[in-house]
């Protein structure tokens, strides 16, 4: 299956997510805190050229809360 | 303009349709979600599976503003068992369930005339149990509240099922559809709940009545600022939102008119306390967001200008990011206050007291 890089995009389960914030160091690109510490990940596709940390960002979620999912 | 509604004599008349009639019934007379959120219920029906559904009717009406669907069950129980079974035949439901507040007057009414074959939930009582994705979390785990799956409760729902959730007023106007008693839109007779300092009443009205007859309708207050939409709803003044047709409104058609005494803005900072008390405390823009928009809300009531600049730094942050619409709700009604502000209203010692509105808030559970 091959599927082309823009058409991910990055999902946070906000009841499963628990601030640790380490999602928005490894993408600060795509993602940034708010004043708690929760992330707040940019709208629409993610570009060819930053798949790659956004796939970082969500692999160093401690809890799995943040999900790279096919657009659409 | 009573909370009356034609009965049928034609009770236990066999209604048949298919999934397909069902679905054009729907499309035909553009028959929308009416717990709030408008949502076509020919998309739903269209999600679904031709069978192995489960078909829920909500009949929590948590809002403490509302009392549309306890009058729609207790004025016309028949109607809206009618398009309850209409749904579930159509879908060849493998359950069929009437989910209701734990304790309430609905759940009497509903234990007392409901058809043997449907089955009555009876949830927790609480404002965020009756989501649609927390009623079915609630059947699947026992946990009452929001789920926030990715997965849309027609494509997996209770037990995994397809399950199509739908608002008492929905299934009445189902019925009403298959019946061929359903008017156009505009014309189609809809129930408002008007709440004022000393009275709330249910006025049967036709969607395209203006607000203002409704209002006047229900002979109540003649405050200037409406509550409209429900408990998360917005507050508008009487002149800009009383020429605007009910039916093309968003959220509830409930409309809480403000005693002349009680200010919105303070109003707003006593509900947002309320409205963050009953969250089921699950995500960061609930557990931490909705605290800190009610203090500052409070503190602008209290002549703390620079709560103002906090707020609106805050609210876009907090809207769009719970598993459910509760974070969001409470930021639109806190926006609308600002725009009150906005227009130069200032807040005195006496904007610090309890009203019509927070009075409502306080029944949150």
Redesign the interface.
């Known amino acids: 299956m091959s599927l082309k890089a823009s058409a991910f995009r990055l999902?946070?389960?906000?009841?499963g997510?628990q601030?640790h914030g380490l999602c928005a160091a490894e993408f600060p690109d795509g993602i940034t805190l708010?004043?708690?510490?929760?992330p707040?990940v940019a709208d629409g596709p993610i570009g060819a050229d930053q798949i790659r940390r956004a796939k970082r960002a969500a692999s160093a979620c401690p809890v799995l809360a943040l999900r790279l999912?096919p657009v659409g | 303009m009573t909370a009356t509604l034609a009965s049928s004599d034609s009770v236990g008349m066999p209604l048949l349709v298919n999934r397909t009639q069902l679905a054009e019934l729907a499309t035909r007379h553009r028959i929308l979600g009416r717990g709030g959120a408008g949502f076509p219920l020919a998309r739903k029906i269209s999600a679904l599976p031709k069978r192995g559904t489960v078909v829920i009717a909500n009949c929590c009406e948590g809002d403490p503003t509302s009392r549309k669907d306890a009058t729609y069950i207790g004025n016309s129980p028949e109607l809206f068992y009618s398009g309850v079974g209409l749904a579930a035949h159509a879908l060849r439901a493998r359950r069929t369930i009437l989910a209701v507040h734990a304790g309430t007057t609905i759940e009497t009414t509903l234990r007392s005339t409901a058809p043997a074959w449907m089955e009555i939930l009876a949830v927790p009582a609480l404002y965020v149990a009756s989501e649609a994705t927390a009623l079915v979390n609630y059947l699947n785990t026992g946990l009452a509240r929001p789920?926030?799956s990715?997965t849309l409760p027609t494509t997996a729902g209770v037990d995994g099922a397809p399950t199509l959730i739908s608002n008492v007023e929905t299934f009445v106007h189902l019925a009403q559809a298959a019946r061929g008693e359903l008017d156009t839109p505009g014309r189609r007779q809809m129930l408002s709940t008007v709440t004022t300092s000393n009275r709330r009443q249910v006025i049967a009205h036709r969607a395209d009545s203006t607000v203002e007859r409704v209002l006047r309708a229900a002979a109540g207050d003649e405050g200037e600022w409406i509550l409209a939409g429900g408990i998360t709803g917005r507050w508008f003044h009487r002149a800009e939102i009383g020429s605007l047709p009910v039916g093309t409104l968003p959220g509830l058609p409930s409309y809480v008119i403000l005693d002349r005494d009680s200010c919105p803005i303070g109003q707003t900072a006593r509900m947002l306390a309320d409205i963050s008390r009953v969250s089921a405390g699950?995500?960061?823009?609930c557990?931490?967001?909705l605290p800190a928009i009610s203090t500052d809300m409070r503190d602008l009531v209290r002549g703390d200008s620079r709560a103002y600049a906090r707020l609106r730094r805050?609210l876009p942050?907090i809207a769009g990011?719970?598993?459910c619409a509760h974070p969001t709700g409470a930021v639109g009604l806190a926006a609308s206050a600002l725009e009150i502000y906005d227009r130069g209203h200032r807040c005195s010692a006496r904007c610090d007291t309890a009203g019509v509105a927070s009075r409502l808030a306080r029944r949150l559970r």
């Open positions: 999902r946070v389960d906000p009841i997510c601030a708010d004043e708690w510490g929760y707040i999912l | 789920a926030g990715i699950q995500c960061g823009p557990i931490f967001g805050r942050v990011r719970g598993a």
